[in-house]
């Protein structure tokens, strides 16, 4: 695996890197970890990071700044890396610059991923984009920069090391990079558990206003869009609602649901393993992993509800 991405680069002197619209901090991880690999390895080769304004929390990561925000122009790229973007379509206005490169490669974790790219390495047992990307580096050659990066969106995809697809090799790969003298504490307070005010009014509201179902195996809470407007937050805000929901004594099951639109809303699903929610997630178009899923649903909260 080591010389793959070696051989992807045989003859490229232009890259374009990209992730998933709405990213997160495996997205940015990834993007940034490997966009700072290739920088500092191969001299010869001008790469460019795609990708859709993250939150501010991650500009303490160095390379943050060179990040470009796709406007759906083609431009031409020797090699197209697609980084934790599960189909095409989740490229969003980066996609003609991929349809339009010379190569394409997709480095992914998402067992959804049909393989899109001319060639694709896909693992659906890796914790994280980022930590597939890690197999593919030369570890000797991996700067403070990079580590700091790719340990970040490990972080993030890992719950901070406590989803089941934790594995002893991603710890592993996370003792790796630490080696490189990361400043981890710091990563992981300001990207993961640090909340600005109106967030934790969110959460407590979202709290507040929960419910259990079925002999509390269920947890629900639903956000109007009234309610945002209200507290005055976005849908970034709402980052880790439903992971606190799930982390209910007797709950199997969490759902979180707020409006995006009129009788629209988002929904997220989290379970702690005996339920797959991602099949329930496919049912309703849309999808992820069997602990943690997402859709998009029409009608009134009570409807979406009951479906």
């Not at 490669?105 to 060639?119: F, M, R």
């Not at 597939?132 to 403070?144: A, Q, T």
């Amino acid at each position: 695996e080591l010389l793959k991405l070696q051989k992807e680069l045989e003859g490229v002197t232009t890259v374009a890197i990209a992730g998933h619209i709405r990213p997160d901090g495996d997205s940015v991880g990834a993007c940034i970890g490997l966009w700072t690999y290739i920088n500092d390895n191969f001299p010869q080769v001008e790469a460019d990071m795609w990708l859709e304004k993250p939150d501010d929390k991650f500009s303490m990561l160095k390379g943050f700044s060179e990040l470009r925000v796709p406007d759906g122009e083609e431009r031409e790229y020797d090699l197209f890396i697609a980084v934790d973007c599960a189909a095409l379509d989740r490229l969003g206005k980066a996609q003609p610059a991929f349809e339009k490169a010379g190569k394409t490669l997709c480095i992914d974790h998402h067992v959804s991923n049909k393989g899109y790219a001319l060639t694709n390495i896909i693992d659906g047992d890796a914790s994280s984009a980022c930590e597939v990307i890690c197999r593919l580096l030369d570890m000797e050659k991996v700067s403070r920069d990079a580590a700091s990066a790719l340990y970040m969106g490990i972080a993030h995809d890992t719950g901070v090391f406590q989803y089941s697809c934790t594995s002893p090799e991603t710890m592993r790969l996370a003792a790796a990079l630490m080696e490189k003298q990361i400043p981890y504490t710091e990563i992981l307070e300001e990207t993961f558990y640090k909340k600005t005010y109106l967030q934790n009014q969110i959460l407590g509201r979202a709290l507040l206003e929960s419910m259990l179902l079925m002999d509390g195996k269920c947890i629900i809470s639903a956000l109007r869009k009234k309610d945002l407007d209200f507290y005055g937050v976005t849908s970034e805000d709402l980052d880790g609602i439903v992971s606190q929901l799930r982390n209910t004594t007797g709950v199997e099951v969490a759902i979180f649901l707020y409006e995006t639109a009129i009788q629209e809303f988002k929904v997220s699903l989290r379970s702690n393993g005996r339920v797959d929610v991602s099949r329930v997630a496919s049912y309703f178009g849309g999808g992820g992993h069997v602990r943690a899923a997402g859709c998009t649903m029409q009608g009134s909260g009570y409807d979406v509800l009951n479906n």
